[in-house]
């Protein structure tokens, strides 16, 4: 069983910078790609990044550019690099596999973005 436990949100202005983190624990080794999600309040959940194992990243066209994704494969754990937030931002942010596995799910991280 994995889990996966999100920190690092907050409150930051406009123009602002965060990173997120998540520490993967349990069997991981089979996961072939890790990425970050983020629902915003009345709105489903999208897709973010991901990084595959061989380490190519690829990301939404809407955080293209701002965001950037990484990993610690030593450390189990799985970054997100915020730069220029926007109001649009705000959101509970998650990792998880790509794509996701609905058993994997943690609490998330609230990022808020302030105008």
């Known amino acids: 069983q994995v889990q996966l436990v999100e920190s690092g949100g907050g409150l930051v202005q406009a123009g602002g910078s965060l990173t997120l983190s998540c520490a993967a624990s349990g069997t991981i080794f089979r996961i072939n790609a890790m990425g970050w999600y983020r629902q915003a309040p009345g709105k489903q959940r999208e897709w973010v990044a991901a990084?595959?194992?061989?380490?190519?990243?690829i990301y939404a066209d809407s955080v293209k550019g701002r965001f950037t994704i990484s990993r610690d494969i030593a450390k189990n754990m799985v970054f997100l690099q915020m730069n220029s937030l926007k109001p649009e931002d705000t959101a509970v942010y998650y990792c998880?596999?790509?794509?996701?596995?609905?058993?994997?799910w943690g609490q998330g991280t609230q990022v808020t973005v302030s105008s």
């Open positions: 998880n596999e790509v794509p996701a596995y609905d058993d994997y």
């Open positions: 990084i595959i194992r061989g380490g190519t990243k």
